[in-house]
């Protein structure tokens, strides 16, 4: 029993020094942040009529985070649709019937979430642009859309060739869920890192 809650330990420590590495590369980051003429953009965004006016109301930046949510839910589960379908697991519709359906709802879904986005940071630039989540989550988001794009154009051109999808590009699939998740993670650690 000792042994076996010894190697819990190890785990345990293990994992912290991992986080407590994570943690000193993002405190860097955002130091590095700080010192980048993106500080001195956030806070001449924030002095902006716009910027002023969503602060003056108070009800905005919650209405932008609900279409935000909405959004990448709406492209989140674009993907998983795609993913069900590429592996068999749902649907009737062909390979292309499907791709074509669900990248127009991811691409209309991603519209919502730049829009939406785009209003959050006017809102709240300091918090937003110099946040090392966020950039995180934007060098994921762009990876995460040309993965996506590349997906369900494999998808259609399978669909019509062959009618089921490579391994390769179920691979790509459960790689654009994994990033998927990512993007979702650090958009929700934007509103804790420390600013």
């Not at 669900?102 to 300091?126: D, K, N």
Request: net charge neutral; charged share 15%.
């Amino acid at each position: 029993m000792r042994e076996c809650l010894y190697g819990y330990g190890a785990i345990a420590s293990f994992w912290q020094g991992k986080i407590s590495l994570m943690d000193d590369l993002l405190f860097e980051f955002t130091e590095w942040l700080r010192g980048t003429p993106v500080t001195e953009l956030s806070l001449w965004i924030s002095d902006t009529r716009a910027s002023e006016w969503i602060a003056m109301h108070f009800w905005a930046i919650p209405i932008f985070q609900v279409i935000h949510i909405l959004s990448i839910s709406a492209s989140f589960v674009a993907v998983l649709m795609l993913n069900l379908r590429a592996f068999g697991f749902a649907g009737s519709a062909t390979l292309t019937e499907a791709a074509n359906r669900y990248s127009r709802v991811l691409w209309w879904a991603l519209l919502g979430l730049v829009g939406s986005g785009f209003l959050m940071i006017v809102g709240e630039p300091v918090r937003e642009l110099v946040n090392p989540y966020f950039w995180v989550k934007m060098i994921l988001l762009v990876i995460g859309v040309l993965v996506a794009a590349a997906f369900a154009k494999s998808l259609a051109k399978q669909g019509e060739a062959t009618g089921s999808a490579s391994g390769g590009t179920k691979v790509a699939g459960v790689v654009l869920i994994v990033l998927w998740c990512m993007i979702i993670w650090c958009g929700r650690w934007i509103a804790y890192a420390p600013v």
